[in-house]
């Protein structure tokens, strides 16, 4: 394999269960099998999962909730998508490890790179929850952020479509995919892949940004045998 070491971004969207609330069970365990069939090809896998299926920190200052308060909110809800994942994960015999950005003793251990670096290394998957810790910041910008720290080699964004479009893909059918495109040229042209923190934390750091549909059973091995799948950002 050419990458070794990936982070993996997942929306808490896509962990939602059929009744809007919650986590769908069938979801999380199709996430599990896509990371347990990387580790058995010894890739190292770090993994972000956003809330949004729980709490949004967003959605709550709109709902009224101070917008600090609300993005705690929803750091916590991204810790109970971690420990969702983690026992997924061990239900089919893969060691995982949920390390959070705030103190949860009990449910994970603080964020340090040189100890999720070595969790990596003895093959354990790394679950990374509770954002940055800090309010004002998206869990994209949280995932790059790790990726950074860990050193990994691709940088993953799992959707639910195939890649980064000219446009809205399920809006206007006439929209083609980039292959390949800079991240200077998706801000340019205005593509909502990510946050502006996020796409800067990628340059500065010369990580490599992949947009694939994680939804689809293999993708994600796909993606790690190089096979053009989706989007890749340099």
């Given at each position: 394999?050419?990458?070794?070491?990936?982070?993996l971004k997942?929306?808490?969207?896509?962990?939602?269960?059929?009744?809007?609330?919650?986590?769908?069970?069938?979801?999380?365990?199709h996430?599990?099998e896509?990371?347990?069939?990387?580790?058995e090809h010894?890739?190292?896998?770090?993994?972000?999962?956003?809330?949004?299926?729980?709490?949004?920190?967003?959605?709550?200052?709109?709902?009224?909730?101070?917008?600090?308060a609300?993005?705690?909110?929803?750091?916590?809800?991204?810790?109970?998508n971690?420990?969702a994942?983690?026992?997924?994960?061990s239900?089919?015999?893969?060691?995982?490890?949920?390390?959070?950005?705030?103190?949860i003793?009990?449910?994970?251990e603080?964020?340090?790179?040189?100890?999720?670096s070595?969790?990596?290394?003895r093959?354990?998957v790394?679950?990374?929850?509770?954002?940055?810790?800090?309010?004002f910041?998206?869990?994209?910008?949280?995932a790059?952020?790790?990726?950074?720290?860990?050193?990994?080699?691709?940088?993953?964004?799992?959707?639910?479509?195939d890649?980064?479009?000219?446009?809205?893909?399920?809006?206007?059918?006439s929209?083609s995919?980039?292959?390949?495109?800079s991240?200077?040229?998706?801000y340019?042209k205005g593509?909502?892949?990510?946050?502006?923190?996020?796409?800067?934390?990628?340059?500065?750091?010369?990580?490599?940004?992949?947009?694939?549909?994680?939804?689809?059973?293999?993708?994600?091995?796909?993606?790690?045998?190089?096979?053009?799948i989706g989007?890749?950002?340099y």
């Open positions: 394999m050419k990458w070794k070491r990936i982070l997942l929306s808490g969207e896509s962990l939602m269960a059929k009744d809007g609330y919650s986590i769908d069970y069938e979801n999380i365990i996430f599990s896509e990371i347990r069939d990387a580790v010894e890739v190292q896998v770090g993994v972000v999962i956003g809330g949004g299926n729980i709490f949004r920190g967003v959605k709550g200052a709109g709902a009224g909730f101070d917008r600090r609300g993005d705690y909110m929803g750091m916590l809800a991204t810790v109970i971690a420990v994942l983690e026992n997924s994960l239900s089919l015999g893969v060691k995982g490890r949920v390390l959070t950005a705030m103190n003793e009990g449910i994970g603080k964020i340090h790179f040189q100890k999720a070595d969790y990596l290394n093959g354990e790394v679950i990374f929850g509770g954002g940055t810790g800090n309010p910041f998206t869990t994209d910008s949280a790059a952020l790790r990726a950074a720290e860990i050193h990994a080699d691709l940088f993953l964004k799992g959707t639910r479509v890649g980064v479009y000219t446009a809205d893909p399920e809006k206007d059918p929209a995919r980039f292959e390949e495109i991240f200077e040229d998706a340019n593509l909502k892949i990510m946050d502006l923190t996020a796409f800067t934390i990628c340059k500065e750091n010369h990580l490599k940004l992949y947009v694939y549909n994680a939804n689809q059973r293999g993708n994600l091995l796909s993606v790690l045998q190089e096979k053009k989007t890749l950002l």
